[in-house]
């Protein structure tokens, strides 16, 4: 504990910049999505999830995002008022850029594919001059979701945004969350993660994520080594993701924790990286020790995987502890703890 | 009868070029868009409803057209082939395009609205390239949809099939089909549809759709003069719809035929335009007599108002004759006549 | 002569609507261009150079137009004025676009070839709502370059003046004036020029590009039988060019003339087209007869190739009628005609 | 002496990375570029000018761009192989990009503009797949012009280049200059200025430069603060220059050295400036004093702004020092020196 210092007079916890869309899941699933007939919509796109996520824990939470000027625009930010998220910085687009639409094809409990709708969406929209540097000032952290450098305007504005928070003491929390949409080439994605991981105070990735943050500064890292380098240049906790292997959190004293998956029925595979951002990050909001943040965010990723939406079941925290302590009488204590 | 000469010894009896889409429908409707949680995917834009409707009615159909390289164009591409409908032109984009998608919003019995993701879109993407002359030389007519014309590389496929129907002697059917998505000017709505018109022998429009095609040769012309018009240079049967006031055919004899709509419960206020197109060209490539393929328009048009899909809900011949017999019985044999 | 009715109580003789350019011609030519290092700025574009050639031979001239915003802009604007030539609706782009450049390599009398600058470029932007009804209507005619066809917006703002002239009883005389830049594909050609080829009272090209603007209608045509056919469809005087071969002018009486080029001392290959077509149209704006237009046309493409400059060095009346005289004394009277 | 160490078994003394275009100049000067008629042609763009002055210094040099597959492009490239440049990675565009123009207006002695052509340009499609580590390994330095950044692929491949320069403990230069074209927002100029500023070993720019790449960091900085920063974060020489008052280089010893410029009879008011970094590195490279540097910078300034062209009039060793010379023998020792 005590690794990052959030400054409490802030108005906000944490403000969220990036990708916010709208799901549809379907309801007939364990099939190919061309024959499935009938589908659920939900506010979707990780950043927008974690949001809501961490909105349903207690924390105050705004968004810096573009939106579209029709009814799924409504309704997004109809959701997020509903959530207690301010919505004073998500904007409508002006030129009829349509919100981001994710198709999931759920094939069984363990495949499962998306059909995506992100050709000039409204939140790589997000402009420079949307980046208000007041606003910022007014949260103890920001957080930058990796899409929203994919593209510009949005690439710049996050860069802005990442500038501004230093410029003012304001913590950096890097969600790299890979997509392949949107990038040009490889080598872009190198270079705009690694200006963003190397000025963050706490990044969060997987294996291959840390792996392409690193590819034109030196290939073949091992967890150790990616953790070290960016302690070097001052990051605080670099938390590496390996799916159901579990994940580890290095901290900049040289510690690393680690935790495993919650065994769970599975009813999808997705869904379940931003449960465990948003627990996480409440843990870590909250002061509480590493190894404990860890395990909230395991419990909210199997809670999600055994739901049909990710921002809609997103748990409370009495919720959360709940399914912990009901975890841990079944299987035992130490049933996520390595 | 006999307005129009259908060549017999032709495999195909229409090849429709233009829009096929995904349309998807609230099931929780009678609320705005942002509200309804639930949706049924179903086959839409007008084009490849039509395509749907004249095949149900038995007619040999063609699509030629460009859909998505993902499982909504398996879909469309499946649906289209057990209607049996021919689909050896319905061809995958190749950068990525999207096929459109259109959300509907069902207010109440008369009151909806769309929300269409059109930019970028597969059916845009018609290329010259993809017009083969052998393939229309094989039908006895072509359909050309108004919104092919709105936008470059679709525009001149349109274009150029136009010109090798006229160069082959195939049957040119123009619905004007006007939506205000991907047009860029007023001015560029007449310049088209009035080159595609003045060469079409069938054309179908409403009032405001003949006012746009015209409005650089004569403005403020009523039906008659419109008719006469296309009628001077070659049209042979030129349709005028208005809405729920009926429509009239006008024949280049001289004559015109006008039908009233069917009674029915109505469900939504869409749809009905391409149930009344396709029951309509079933009727005149049966060479049966205008006042006739006007009630199977009108008939078809009820049937489809007062149900859920566009595409799936278009009838056979026997349903549609059971509805106008039905019709019939309850209201009076000249229920839709004038 | 009296193939064509102008207007004489309208106020312009011609309005030319496309591309008007700056050239840049080597002062140490034949050479490669890339070896050029000192060249020459003249105004450019061919129906710049025909506006400027028919106003030095006394005609009334208007052009409809786009320009840069910059110097370029203004030496073109300056040099109509000083010309004579309406350059009330000859407006300045407003997003940047600069006017395009071309940059001639004369590597010898007979061999040349051009560098051109015409991405994003001024006269292609051109754009519907700069066509004004009542700017048409004082005109007797409008000329057509094809190249304003090559791109939108500037091809539907030339089918808008076309279908302008057309309402208002104006004549339309179309250059075909090929150039490969901006098309997309030869199909396109081939939709966009036969569309005003088929509305033109006089089509002036060379026989490949009448070969470009029947490919969809019957290829493999003969001179004849391209002229008969425009005859057909109402266009009053087709002319074909062969080059070094001369050029024939086909009445819609059935009737030809033909032409042959007058002896000169070549300085480079081109610009002796727009001498031609300016001189040819005074002549039919002064009633002269038939042959007699071709022979002032074939006079100044003479003096053209002879000169450095397409604009500058167009001749006045005098100077046409100096040359033929000189001409004529020098190798015989017929020395031009058939 | 001393502040940079450059790799001796290199084989290239610098690489530069960026704009290399075609200057026209009036040979008709003094007055508006409109009224201009003729031009001569000169390879130009900053870093291509840099380029050829330290090829005439002697140094061995590199250059990583993209050229027009034309005359143009073939100019230029002849040129540089001529001046001894390395070419190997001087690219042809594969999509019709022409390289860029600029047009100056000379309208006195210390008046002048540029009219460019930069949409689209060559230059800017420098694209991440063309940089090539082993080439970048076998430098001393690379030298990055601020205009590569100002838009994508070149943005993202100058970025690239920066992140294997550092990879490979090859010095960086940064060469701010800044122009107002292809940049979409005074934000995105300080977000790339900032993130290759602090990266760099020496940094070249005016006041009016720094201050764009500072404006997310802190603003209204002096030269001393400005200085001050850059050292702390790795900068070895950070040189501010202020036109007609002198520059200062500051080192990161705490140092800082002032030159003024050399008494000249102007004959335009550009070019001084790529005079001055290609005499000031050739100083650095040849391991000379830093005031000394300055000094030969200071007159290769000199003898540029007296000389019509950029790149071709660039002095040799000889000329330089003889210039120095003649300048001392007239006004004094201290001429340049504060």
Redesign the interface.
């Known amino acids: 504990m005590g690794y990052i210092h959030f400054d409490q007079t802030k108005e906000f916890d944490l403000i969220l910049l990036g990708r916010v869309a709208v799901d549809?899941n379907p309801?007939d699933y364990y099939m190919?999505?061309?024959?499935?007939?009938?589908?659920?919509?939900y506010l979707g796109g990780s950043p927008g999830n974690i949001a809501v996520g961490m909105a349903r824990l207690g924390k105050k939470i705004g968004f810096l995002g573009k939106v579209s000027d029709?009814?799924?625009g409504?309704?997004v930010t109809?959701y997020f008022n509903k959530e207690g998220i301010d919505t004073s910085h998500l904007t409508k687009c002006k030129k009829?850029?349509?919100i981001g639409?994710t198709?999931t094809?759920i094939l069984s409990e363990t495949e499962s594919s998306i059909?995506m709708?992100r050709?000039?969406i409204a939140d790589l929209q997000l402009?420079?001059?949307d980046?208000d540097e007041e606003y910022i000032q007014k949260s103890k952290a920001i957080l930058i979701s990796g899409t929203a450098l994919a593209q510009?305007?949005s690439r710049?504005a996050a860069?802005?945004a990442l500038?501004?928070a230093k410029?003012n003491n304001v913590v950096v929390i890097f969600d790299i969350d890979y997509r392949p949409y949107n990038w040009?080439?490889q080598?872009?994605i190198?270079?705009y993660y690694?200006?963003v991981a190397k000025q963050s105070d706490v990044i969060l990735g997987s294996r291959e994520e840390f792996d392409l943050t690193e590819q034109?500064?030196?290939q073949g890292r091992t967890d150790e080594q990616t953790a070290k380098y960016f302690h070097s240049i001052g990051s605080k906790i670099v938390v590496i993701k390996h799916g159901k292997d579990g994940s580890t959190a290095y901290t900049n004293d040289g510690n690393n924790y680690s935790i495993k998956p919650f065994p769970v029925k599975l009813l999808k595979s997705f869904g379940g990286g931003d449960g465990y951002a948003s627990a996480f990050l409440y843990g870590l909001f909250e002061g509480l020790e590493i190894i404990d943040c860890l395990e909230l965010g395991s419990a909210s990723a199997a809670m999600l995987v055994a739901s049909h939406a990710c921002s809609k079941d997103m748990p409370t925290v009495e919720a959360l502890k709940g399914f912990i302590t009901d975890s841990k009488k079944q299987y035992g204590e130490m049933i996520a703890r390595v």
């Open positions: 549809f309801v190919p999505l061309s024959e499935s007939t009938t589908f659920k919509k029709d009814q799924f409504d309704f109809d009829g850029e349509k639409l198709f094809e059909l709708y050709d000039g402009d420079v001059a980046i510009s305007p710049e860069l802005k500038a501004l410029k040009k080439s080598d872009e190198g270079i690694s200006i034109l500064i030196e």
